[in-house]
């Protein structure tokens, strides 16, 4: 559902030559080896924790941007390790298009939009996202909310989450005292294929039970099918021949936002989505309006 999120944005760019007030780019310089910031998932891949005092906080990214490119280099289809490969080879300056979601971190929500479905102090594995287990583990405020994201926070008093995980398409599992040579009681696990794991630990096992059935209920609700959107995901993901019944199709000639020249592209309507191929003969879309 994301990643067709991220597409509609990218032909409204393309069609209206007008940017999405939730798209940015954000240039952040490397210090000290260190650009400060963490990414979550796969497939795209979300901003998942900013470091304070990094360039990552002064840069203008935050928690639960979408990364669509970075250095010019589209990965809203790379997975995690893609993502960081074709970070670290670049230079010391990173410039990143993101999707902003709005709705995630907006302050300004009405208590209730925003409310906790539940909420409590868990202990969290450091240094997992970068690849340096520690062993070490530090207790964070955690808040699973009404859009089936799992927000951390410093205290119980801090307003700006230090990191998000979007719920979708992930597992939880409960993880056995001494399993993969970690010394922490009640402990459980938030995973997703090609995306690097959250540890997590409760302080007893009535905290660990009820921790493991609200984020499995999340996680749940969160897959919900929606008829829609998986047809609307098959369907960009198809030739223009194999879209059943379209309402109309045929070459229309679009305005490049870039170079404002004019380009010759193939076009499928279909339940109000516009499909966009290079030719008749493409294997699948590229991008689509809704």
Excluded at 189 to 216: C, F, G, M, Q, Y
Aim: charged residues 25%; neutral net charge.
């Amino acid at each position: 559902m994301l990643v067709i999120w991220c597409r509609e944005n990218q032909a409204l760019k393309l069609v209206t030559s007008q940017r999405n007030e939730c798209d940015k780019t954000v240039v952040v310089h490397r210090e000290s080896g260190e650009f400060g910031f963490r990414i979550h998932g796969s497939k795209p891949v979300v901003v998942s924790a900013i470091e304070p005092g990094t360039p990552a906080e002064t840069s203008g990214l935050e928690v639960g941007d979408i990364v669509l490119a970075v250095n010019g280099v589209s990965v809203l289809d790379k997975s995690h390790s893609e993502v960081v490969k074709i970070a670290h080879a670049g230079s010391d300056t990173l410039s990143l298009e993101v999707a902003r979601t709005c709705y995630a971190l907006n302050t300004n929500q009405d208590e209730h939009s925003s409310a906790a479905l539940y909420s409590g102090y868990l202990w969290k594995l450091s240094g997992y996202a970068s690849g340096t287990v520690s062993n070490k583990w530090i207790r964070r405020w955690f808040c699973l909310k009404q859009n089936n994201c799992l927000y951390y926070y410093k205290t119980d008093s801090e307003k700006q989450p230090v990191g998000v995980v979007m719920l979708f398409d992930h597992e939880i599992r409960k993880q056995t005292d001494d399993e993969e040579g970690l010394s922490k009681q009640h402990r459980f696990i938030i995973h997703k294929a090609e995306s690097v794991p959250l540890h997590l630990a409760a302080d007893n096992s009535t905290a660990l039970s009820r921790w493991l059935e609200v984020i499995a209920r999340a996680i749940s609700d969160s897959q919900t099918v929606d008829e829609f959107l998986e047809k609307t995901k098959k369907n960009l993901a198809s030739p223009p021949n194999a879209i059943p019944d379209p309402d109309c199709f045929g070459y229309l000639v679009k305005l490049g936002t870039q170079w404002k020249s004019w380009s010759k592209r193939y076009c499928v309507l279909k339940d109000a989505c516009l499909y966009f191929y290079q030719d008749a003969t493409s294997k699948c879309a590229f991008v689509i309006l809704q």
